[in-house]
């Protein structure tokens, strides 16, 4: 009776995760990204007015686990952060986040609004590198172009915290900003 029992469940759990993964199982990501304003307010008087956009790219992969709700991780690679008239040496961002997404599928476009927690990693030459926690939210729609491509449209509130290169009180510890990210998408 026990052994019923057994192979009952092990039918039941893998019936399940068919019915689980009925539908595109993932899809990979390229796109382009832009941080309309980075704001770095550490304190010193060098950084007073760091306020500069940026732009980048990046990779990402979504695992769907139902038609609509998948997890999905992001990496992105952001450079160009410069200021010239204080002669700072330029600041690179590298972004990593993972999350959840929760999607509306229609015909042609899909709906979605996804949110995350990562770090990012500031690089700044011959000043070295620092470590941050981040968060990401909000949405965008991905727009069929042909068969298993999609347009993505995509925007996101961006929540970064910034180095602490000065040991002061007044310094900002966060860079709130919009994250623009147009790409392709090819399900598989």
Same mark, same amino acid.
């Given at each position: 009776?026990?052994?019923?029992?057994?192979?009952?469940?092990?039918?039941?759990?893998?019936?399940?995760?068919?019915?689980?993964?009925?539908?595109?199982?993932?899809?990979?990501?390229?796109?382009?990204?832009?941080?309309?304003?980075?704001?770095?307010?550490?304190?010193?008087?060098?950084?007073?007015?760091?306020?500069?956009? /940026?732009?980048?790219?990046?990779?990402?992969?979504?695992?769907?686990?139902?038609?609509?709700?998948?997890?999905?991780?992001?990496?992105?690679?952001?450079?160009?952060?410069?200021?010239?008239?204080?002669?700072?040496?330029?600041?690179?961002?590298?972004?990593?986040?993972?999350?959840?997404?929760?999607?509306?599928?229609?015909?042609?476009?899909?709906?979605?609004?996804?949110?995350?927690?990562?770090?990012?990693?500031?690089?700044?030459?011959?000043?070295?590198?620092?470590?941050?926690?981040?968060?990401?939210?909000?949405?965008?729609?991905?727009?069929?172009?042909?068969?298993?491509?999609?347009?993505?449209?995509?925007? /996101?509130?961006?929540?970064?915290?910034?180095?602490?290169?000065?040991?002061?009180?007044?310094?900002?510890?966060?860079?709130?900003?919009?994250?623009?990210?147009?790409?392709?998408?090819?399900?598989?």
């Amino acid at each position: 009776m026990r052994r019923y029992g057994i192979v009952l469940a092990m039918w039941l759990c893998g019936t399940g995760v068919c019915l689980a993964q009925q539908g595109p199982q993932g899809e990979l990501q390229g796109f382009y990204q832009r941080i309309q304003t980075f704001k770095m307010r550490s304190g010193g008087a060098v950084f007073a007015d760091y306020d500069k956009a /940026t732009n980048g790219g990046g990779f990402g992969f979504v695992y769907n686990i139902t038609e609509k709700f998948s997890m999905f991780q992001q990496t992105g690679f952001l450079g160009g952060a410069k200021d010239e008239l204080s002669g700072l040496p330029p600041m690179r961002m590298i972004t990593e986040f993972q999350g959840v997404q929760v999607t509306k599928r229609f015909h042609a476009i899909d709906l979605y609004a996804k949110g995350g927690v990562g770090f990012v990693r500031y690089v700044m030459e011959n000043q070295g590198v620092w470590y941050n926690v981040a968060f990401q939210y909000g949405g965008g729609a991905e727009i069929s172009i042909g068969r298993g491509m999609y347009l993505v449209l995509e925007a /996101t509130r961006l929540s970064m915290g910034v180095p602490e290169l000065y040991y002061t009180d007044d310094r900002s510890k966060w860079c709130n900003t919009f994250l623009i990210s147009p790409g392709i998408a090819i399900r598989f």
